[in-house]
């Protein structure tokens, strides 16, 4: 290779690298130094940007900004690149336009590959996130339902719903009090939380409909780095429940686990939101807790062991002995198998982990609503960015297909910042197990829950009172 166009490339190479450097490799010192300042003051802006932490509202002009910068960024390192092998004087031989060309690809490569995850990214937003806050969020002061939920009868007659006699008032702008009540000096009850309904669904083969088998909500305090997860046993009966279109309390006496195929059959009784099913499972919650809900999460079978699988798998430490399978999430599969052994810690994938999860050979409901509470914790505190984005293609399809949510697009910057924030030694985590239950059904054994019990524990448990300290001393252990 000619002494010239070796050090043309040379000077192109190190412009690859530093905008400017090749400049000053070939002796254009003024020029290097202006090239290189330039690269100096995006980088700063870059820096400037991160260190301010805010995240800016994900839309449309957001996109098209962060193309725009992709882009003039590109033109301006091009620049550097091609001007930077002109300068140093070689010829216009094959060799130094084919190494030129090679230099300039690795240059835009970056830039494609940022755009690509620019564009998917915010068609996967735009396809899973509504369009604009759901509007089947029952009135609230705070966190907590205003007025007091309505008392319901204990009657257990008969299959369905039934009408009872008390009412709740007219429905309030949805998240009316989230924007302002951390404003000033806030009383306990007044704390700014966001909640979060986490459903997963038995969809799958030979399942017809869907039973929400796994029902969570998170709450998520602002500024704190607080959170509680309450899980809801799925054989709940007599669970308070409200139509809508007539705004008067009733109950449902089928396990709470049909209610979401019960709702989507008869949606006219359950507007408001972008699934009749997590509508009626939202308000539901809402008055069995006694608080706001806010936004609901769903996945199937195959999207949660898809999901693992995308981010990798989970560590794992089992606390019970487990040998089972339990159905498969999609045809053609062998049904997945779970076979652990207490004490000791796994890297699960996909399939593992929807058997360790949904297990109930040799243990209970109570039981597996513990695992799932700490799989879901283990799995947010192990999240890999860097392995997110190695994965991006796989996991964009994933969240696409399997994943549905009614969290306003313009508000998804703001959740994953709160997520990100959650201290796990600040978690508390409450299963209403045996100790909350009221009674059962003869013909079944499906147990009803004591509701004021229930309200009184995760009132305390959002307000920081003793309760909330003894849990947290023993939430680390449970998992």
Same mark, same amino acid.
């Given at each position: 290779?000619?002494?010239?166009?070796?050090?043309?490339?040379?000077? =192109?190479?190190?412009?690859?690298?530093?905008?400017?450097?090749?400049?000053?490799?070939?002796?254009?010192?003024?020029?290097?130094?202006?090239?290189?300042?330039?690269?100096?003051?995006?980088?700063?802006?870059?820096?400037?940007?991160?260190?301010?932490?805010?995240?800016?509202?994900?839309?449309?002009?957001?996109?098209?900004?962060?193309?725009?910068?992709?882009?003039?960024?590109?033109?301006?390192?091009?620049?550097?690149?091609?001007?930077?092998?002109?300068?140093?004087?070689?010829?216009?031989?094959?060799?130094?336009?084919?190494?030129?060309?090679?230099?300039?690809?690795?240059?835009?490569?970056?830039?494609?590959?940022?755009?690509?995850?620019?564009?998917?990214?915010?068609?996967?937003?735009?396809?899973?996130?509504?369009?604009?806050?759901?509007?089947?969020?029952?009135?609230?002061?705070?966190?907590?339902?205003? +007025?007091?939920?309505?008392?319901?009868?204990?009657?257990?007659?008969?299959?369905?719903?039934?009408?009872?006699?008390? =009412?709740? +008032?007219?429905?309030?702008?949805?998240?009316?009090?989230?924007?302002?009540?951390?404003?000033?000096?806030?009383?306990?009850?007044?704390?700014?939380?966001?909640?979060?309904?986490?459903?997963?669904?038995?969809?799958?083969?030979?399942?017809?409909?869907?039973?929400?088998?796994?029902?969570?909500?998170?709450?998520?305090?602002?500024?704190?780095?607080?959170?509680?997860?309450?899980?809801?046993?799925?054989?709940?009966?007599?669970?308070?429940?409200?139509?809508?279109?007539?705004?008067?309390?009733?109950?449902?006496?089928?396990?709470?686990?049909?209610?979401?195929?019960?709702?989507? =059959?008869?949606?006219?009784?359950?507007?408001?939101?972008?699934?009749?099913?997590?509508?009626?499972?939202?308000?539901?919650? #809402?008055?069995?807790?006694?608080?706001?809900?806010?936004?609901?999460?769903?996945?199937?079978?195959?999207?949660?062991?898809?999901?693992?699988?995308?981010?990798?798998?989970?560590?794992?430490?089992?606390?019970?002995?487990?040998?089972?399978?339990?159905?498969?999430?999609?045809?053609?599969?062998?049904?997945?198998?779970?076979?652990?052994?207490?004490?000791?810690?796994?890297?699960?994938?996909?399939?593992?982990?929807?058997?360790?999860?949904?297990?109930?050979?040799?243990?209970?409901?109570?039981?597996?609503?513990?695992?799932?509470?700490?799989?879901?914790?283990?799995?947010?505190?192990?999240?890999?960015?860097?392995?997110?984005?190695?994965?991006?293609?796989?996991?964009?399809?994933?969240?696409?297909?399997?994943?549905?949510?009614?969290?306003?697009?313009?508000?998804?910057?703001?959740?994953?910042?709160?997520?990100?924030?959650?201290? +796990?030694?600040?978690?508390?985590?409450?299963?209403?197990?045996?100790?909350?239950?009221?009674?059962?059904?003869?013909?079944?054994?499906?147990?009803?829950?004591?509701?004021?019990?229930?309200?009184?524990?995760?009132?305390?448990?959002?307000?920081?009172?003793?309760?909330? =300290?003894?849990?947290?001393?023993?939430?680390?252990? #449970?998992?």
């Amino acid at each position: 290779m000619p002494g010239a166009t070796r050090r043309s490339l040379v000077a =192109s190479a190190l412009s690859v690298i530093v905008p400017g450097a090749g400049h000053l490799y070939a002796g254009l010192r003024a020029r290097g130094l202006v090239l290189i300042a330039v690269s100096a003051a995006l980088l700063l802006a870059a820096l400037v940007l991160a260190a301010r932490g805010g995240v800016p509202t994900l839309d449309r002009r957001l996109l098209v900004a962060v193309l725009v910068a992709d882009a003039a960024v590109l033109a301006f390192r091009l620049f550097a690149v091609v001007d930077a092998w002109r300068v140093a004087g070689a010829a216009a031989t094959t060799t130094a336009l084919a190494g030129l060309g090679v230099l300039a690809a690795l240059t835009v490569l970056p830039h494609a590959a940022s755009a690509y995850v620019a564009v998917r990214s915010y068609d996967v937003l735009d396809t899973v996130f509504a369009d604009e806050a759901p509007h089947d969020v029952l009135p609230s002061h705070g966190v907590f339902l205003a +007025p007091q939920p309505p008392r319901l009868d204990r009657t257990r007659s008969g299959t369905g719903f039934r009408k009872e006699t008390v =009412s709740l +008032p007219p429905p309030a702008r949805p998240l009316a009090e989230s924007a302002h009540v951390l404003t000033g000096t806030q009383s306990a009850t007044q704390r700014t939380w966001t909640t979060l309904l986490l459903l997963g669904t038995d969809e799958g083969p030979g399942n017809w409909g869907a039973r929400t088998d796994t029902i969570i909500l998170a709450a998520l305090e602002h500024g704190t780095g607080r959170a509680a997860l309450f899980g809801i046993p799925r054989n709940l009966i007599d669970t308070p429940l409200v139509t809508t279109a007539a705004r008067e309390a009733q109950q449902f006496h089928q396990p709470i686990n049909a209610l979401y195929g019960f709702a989507r =059959s008869q949606p006219d009784l359950f507007p408001g939101g972008r699934n009749p099913g997590a509508t009626a499972l939202k308000q539901t919650v #809402s008055l069995l807790l006694g608080v706001r809900v806010d936004y609901y999460g769903l996945v199937n079978l195959r999207g949660f062991a898809d999901l693992v699988d995308a981010v990798g798998g989970v560590d794992v430490r089992v606390r019970e002995r487990l040998v089972d399978e339990v159905t498969r999430p999609a045809w053609g599969e062998p049904k997945p198998k779970i076979d652990v052994v207490a004490g000791r810690t796994y890297h699960m994938f996909g399939r593992q982990a929807l058997a360790y999860v949904r297990s109930r050979k040799a243990s209970d409901d109570y039981t597996r609503m513990a695992r799932q509470r700490c799989f879901l914790s283990a799995m947010a505190d192990q999240f890999d960015a860097f392995h997110a984005l190695r994965h991006f293609g796989r996991l964009a399809h994933v969240i696409e297909h399997n994943v549905e949510t009614d969290v306003p697009l313009n508000r998804v910057a703001g959740l994953l910042r709160l997520v990100s924030a959650v201290d +796990p030694r600040r978690t508390v985590t409450q299963t209403f197990g045996r100790e909350y239950i009221f009674g059962r059904r003869k013909a079944d054994e499906f147990p009803s829950a004591n509701q004021s019990r229930v309200r009184a524990t995760v009132r305390e448990v959002l307000l920081g009172g003793r309760r909330a =300290s003894r849990m947290l001393a023993t939430t680390k252990q #449970s998992c």
